[in-house]
């Protein structure tokens, strides 16, 4: 699932995939099936759609909002929610045929929303947000996470026990739903976008760039494990304590049927050789600024400029010399309006482009 309305299935854990026509371009941030049949993909625009056949056929419904849509999640056929900006917050008790809009209290971007009945209910998003419900979202009340950070994902095993993931390197955990909120160290300064647990002890925080973390005592540890990619992982997701998959940027699909095999105390990155690659911005979107990530293969001439929709140049963030090795610049859109931009590395012998969100 991304850009474009991509949708992807596979019927024999993650050995083949097949794309789905999605009937729709706008891009797809969230997936959730309530069932093997049921699910429900939410994306920019207030994008809500329902397949009731293993995504064989999706279909539109109407979310009542055009706000970019970052979650959905259901807690059966009937009972569901999608968040995401300005605060937005949307809830269906008839399976999407009517969505309605809760008022969450905030006008912070909210990236995730996790529920663990019908009654109770966490999302998170900008400036460490949490806010939290125990009447299916009539009322929602701000909770205190200790962290100022963004925070892209959270996930509850039952009433009591949860963690919240962000940037930079952020996990939070909490034994009493969310009443106190205390910090766990990921060991790691990296933009954290996915957390999963199957159970109380075993878990996986994954992020930028390429980084899986696993703990097996509740995150009182954390240990990074060794990925074969660099590309940020924008979603993590266990069967069990063994059998799971991750995505996340230019298409990367990663499975384990191990748990993600051993853990590797020191950093991960650092065993992997240098290659070309432009990282994706985070945080995305962004107000006002943002960080590019790059790296370099050889000793190169390098430039970065930033780009509009329409492909007017901006500004040149590099342009010079510089050394094979991993590089991260900042740029400040505070004199430019909310939309669509491009940043574009040049080097002597490669280029790549991405896009990015700047909303204010």
């Known amino acids: 699932m991304g850009n474009e309305g991509t949708i992807l299935n596979t019927t024999n854990g993650g050995n083949n995939w097949a794309t789905q026509n999605s009937g729709t371009i706008n891009s797809l941030r969230s997936v959730v099936f309530s069932d093997d049949m049921t699910g429900w993909a939410a994306g920019s625009g207030g994008t809500i759609l329902k397949t009731t056949n293993e995504g064989n056929n999706w279909i539109a419904q109407i979310s009542g909002t055009t706000s970019n849509l970052s979650a959905v999640y259901f807690v059966n056929n009937n009972t569901g929610w999608s968040a995401g900006y300005p605060g937005t917050i949307i809830n269906t008790i008839d399976g999407g045929t009517n969505w309605s809009i809760q008022l969450s209290g905030s006008s912070a971007y909210l990236y995730s929303v996790h529920f663990v009945n019908a009654n109770t209910g966490w999302t998170v998003g900008f400036n460490g947000i949490i806010i939290k419900t125990t009447n299916g979202g009539s009322n929602w009340t701000n909770q205190q996470s200790g962290v100022t950070g963004i925070l892209y994902s959270v996930h509850f095993i039952n ?162 010399n510089q050394k094979a090795g991993e590089y991260f610049i900042t740029w400040d859109g505070s004199d430019y309006p909310s939309g669509v931009y491009f940043y574009k590395l040049q080097t002597d012998n490669y280029a790549e482009t991405k896009k990015m969100f700047l909303l204010k």
């Open 159 to 320: 009433d009591n026990t949860g963690w919240a993931v962000g940037s930079p390197g952020i996990i939070v955990k909490t034994t009493n739903g969310g009443a106190n909120w205390t910090t766990q160290s990921s060991g790691s300064i990296n933009p954290l976008y996915s957390v999963f647990f199957p159970d109380n002890n075993t878990g996986w925080a994954v992020g930028y760039p390429g980084t899986i973390l696993k703990t097996t005592n509740g995150g009182i540890n954390w240990r990074i494990q060794t990925t074969p990619t660099l590309h940020s992982l924008y979603s993590v997701h266990f069967a069990n304590k063994n059998n799971g998959w991750v995505a996340g940027d230019n298409g990367t699909i990663l499975s384990t049927t191990d748990g993600g095999g051993p853990t590797d105390i020191q950093s991960g990155s650092t065993d992997l050789p240098f290659q070309y690659l432009l990282l994706q911005n985070y945080p995305n979107p962004f107000n006002p600024e943002t960080v590019i990530g790059y790296r370099l293969a050889l000793n190169s001439f390098v430039s970065i400029k930033i780009f509009n929709v329409i492909g007017k140049e901006l500004m040149t963030l590099v342009n010079g």
